[in-house]
């Protein structure tokens, strides 16, 4: 992409009223903007990045043996009536009543939707197990929106749900999930915390959260520091390590997914049954996985980023490449760009050109605030050499190479799978 | 993909209120279901053909020079009150008030919203033009929904809005745009129609929409038998070809697409101007471009079924081939069914092996109903003279070949790009 045809707002303030590093920096560098509190747009920039973290999250629930579909936003506000979950959510929940009088509520969460078509499709054992998964918009009327897309009232999130004949195979489905849900993080390029959590609205016994530590966090988890263990704040009183009997210390984190083995909770209220061997009706054990998606941009931003801008792990950034020209007036260095582009592009790597006009001064703070990891930068003075820069963002180093061995240099830099 | 593994809720009869062909058939393969009238799920089968369709679109898309973004589905009100449309829309937008008191909608469309957003990030003449699109659920309160997802409350639209100098740069993006639609829907597999068309509550002059004829078309074109004149049926009177002077007859369509030369109706009420290049304020000339991307499901099977069930275009089907072992209790059957799955798919074509229990009857009505192109039948009578035989859904032909060259022969059946 050529960035003077590109819609890439970068900005040289955040607004004001943005808190959290990872919202001055999406806001700075045109990932996103804000609609209205709490209701943002993905610009290129950002899309590109949820693309990727969402590519990330279907090859590894697609490899677990899951499948996808695409539930409603809209949903009958009598499936949640069901479950009693309509007075649990109370005020979070947006309701409207449409033109012939139906009451409908945008869905906060998808257990009482996908129970009931489970419910309608699924009669045997021989049916059981089945995982399924969507990734979907979610609604929540947050009175508190904050830090951007960390707690926004229109969000993205990955929701799955198993159907399980006993308690054995929800187990089993949800250590898959588990480890399923280490290799997103892992891929995503953050250091997470894994707590036992409380179930909460959700319902079910087991329960564990995946948590980011962040400056901007707002959920806190206790952890000790002579042994590993950790788990989520419930009571907000002094607590002590059951293993080292050490006082528990705080640490502020962003919840980035969370897994319950909900059990029948669901399914009883809304009547999910099947016949076992026998022919006898058993009710459906159920489990469900979340990740918050759009919230996992933030979270990467707030563990990859330095004073200048963000620094894009490698299998999330928007680009692979950045090429900086530095004098756009001289035709030698801007040929020398446009064929690095193109063999690179060749190449089937995400490559995007400055060739704006305006200062060097510009371009590099430009280059720096957007993150890609590896930037290209032709100037007429190492041109003289033979020579082009390659700049590591992350490391903040710089490597001189010959002109002519740039394109072979970089796909050296840029590992396999990215 | 192993059936006896996937989520393909196939049913033998179509519930009675579904009318249209392409509602009973999406319902009978398993590909949709409805939530509440006028609100569906899209089953894994009907999410791949959902993407795929997705994919074509964005692909002319991005060829056009056009850049993605993701708006969002939660609007202010206010917006809306700047160009009048909260009145026009009236009751088919969904309003709520939110817990702080904001008056909210769902997006219908975003005329409004990205103008607002370009408006606040273009000020020279050096920046345009841009063009921008999305692919985004839409959100209507439908009186009375119809023929599924053809006239659903919730859908998948892709729109897409150029911002320009003047009328010559706009006169250009509309061209760009038109050749598009037309990649996209020739690459869908459907016969359509370009019609000049009323702009109606969107304003502007010109504007075209694409249709594709269907007995469930809700939309009454007016075409000349004798030359190629064709226009959308706006008033309803006896009217004649402008060319021929002959009466023109009346065929029901379904709209797919529809693109507009708005003007400046949305950047005059909202303020979106420029400094052009001797640093006058200048109005942004804009247009829109939508096209209902799940409607476009039903528009492919309307055109393509017969009455056994779907025949899916190549580049739309949800997978290449299915394989169709007729004795699953023959180890021979089965295991030849699954030395060509693991073949094909190692060449990188989508397969769909069909190991469940069960009649061959039931296999061949379910293979017939949800419409791969191809089906490799696995018997044992073939087998004994080393035969099996591949089927063409939409010819209704049968090839027997050799079972060593199974896959060389499918692998020579499928065109280049699906």
Redesign the interface.
Same mark, same amino acid.
């Given at each position: 992409m050529f960035w003077s045809?590109? $819609?890439i707002?970068t900005l040289k303030e955040a607004p004001q009223d943005a808190e959290a590093a990872s919202h001055k920096l999406l806001l700075r560098a045109g990932m996103i *903007?804000m609609?209205?509190?709490g &209701? !943002? %747009? !993905?610009?290129?920039l950002?899309?590109m990045v #949820?693309n990727r973290i969402e590519t990330i999250i279907r090859e590894e629930m697609d490899a677990s043996?899951a499948? =996808?579909?695409? #539930?409603?936003? /809209?949903?009958?506000l009598e499936l949640w009536k069901k479950t009693g979950r309509d007075q649990q959510l109370a =005020?979070t929940m %947006?309701?409207?009543q449409? *033109? *012939?009088g *139906?009451n409908?509520c #945008?869905g906060p969460t998808h257990e009482e &939707?996908i129970t =009931? #078509?489970v419910k309608?499709?699924v009669s045997s054992y021989r049916q059981l197990p &089945?995982v399924?998964y969507q990734i979907q918009?979610k $609604?929540r009327?947050e /009175?508190r929106p904050r830090f951007g897309i960390i707690r926004a009232? =229109?969000f993205v999130m990955k929701d799955a749900y198993s159907f399980d004949r006993d308690q054995k195979g929800l187990e089993k489905n949800y250590e898959v999930m588990f480890t399923a849900y280490k290799k997103i993080f892992t891929r995503c390029g953050i250091k997470f915390l894994i707590t036992e959590a409380d179930s909460g609205i959700m319902g079910g016994s087991v329960s564990h959260e995946f948590m980011v530590p962040a400056q901007s966090g707002e959920d806190i988890v206790l952890f000790c520091k002579k042994c590993d263990f950790v788990k989520t704040l419930t009571e907000d009183k002094e607590q002590k390590c059951p293993r080292c009997n050490t006082p528990l210390e705080k640490k502020q984190t962003i919840e980035v997914g969370h897994i319950f083995q909900l059990g029948t909770k669901y399914s009883k209220a809304l009547g999910a049954c099947f016949l076992d061997e026998k022919g006898e009706q058993q009710t459906i054990i159920m489990g469900c996985y979340g990740i918050g998606v759009s919230r996992l941009i933030s979270a990467i931003i707030e563990q990859n980023h330095d004073e200048d801008g963000i620094i894009w792990p490698e299998d999330i950034s928007p680009f692979d490449v950045l090429i900086l020209p530095v004098q756009s007036s001289n035709e030698e260095v801007v040929g020398l760009a446009k064929k690095y582009y193109s063999e690179l592009e060749k190449k089937g790597f995400r490559v995007l050109l400055d060739d704006r006009e305006g200062t060097a001064g510009v371009k590099f703070k430009d280059a720096d605030l957007i993150g890609i990891p590896l930037r290209v930068t032709i100037g007429e003075k190492n041109l003289q050499k033979g020579e082009v820069e390659i700049g590591l963002r992350r490391e903040k180093k710089i490597i001189t190479v010959d002109k002519n061995s740039v394109v072979s240099k970089i796909a050296g830099l840029i590992k396999k799978g990215s």
């Open positions: 045809k590109a $819609f707002p *903007r609609l209205t509190s &209701v !943002y %747009i !993905y610009l290129p950002g899309l #949820l043996g499948q =996808e579909l695409l #539930l409603s936003c /809209i949903q009958p =005020e %947006i309701r409207f449409d *033109r *012939r *139906r409908l #945008l &939707v =009931e #078509l309608n499709h &089945v399924l918009t $609604f009327d /009175i009232c =229109e």
